[in-house]
């Protein structure tokens, strides 16, 4: 092998499952993914902002109630 295969398990083992989906969504349909570790790096960024936007809304309305 020429090194340009990755299983999943090995992945899963270096990121969450929802950085590799997020990553996966982000490809526009009938589009080659160009798939590297700055693509899943981007979406654990990107993930991460979601959240923190979510924990930030999710504590403000407790705080209005």
Known sequence: S????????DL?????????RLSLLNTKYRNPINFSKDLL???SKTLHKIKNYYELKSVDSRATI
């Open 12 to 20: 899963l083992n270096e990121y969450d499952s929802n950085v590799i």
């Open 2 to 9: 020429i090194g340009n295969v990755v299983l999943m398990k």
């Open 41 to 43: 790096n981007q979406s």
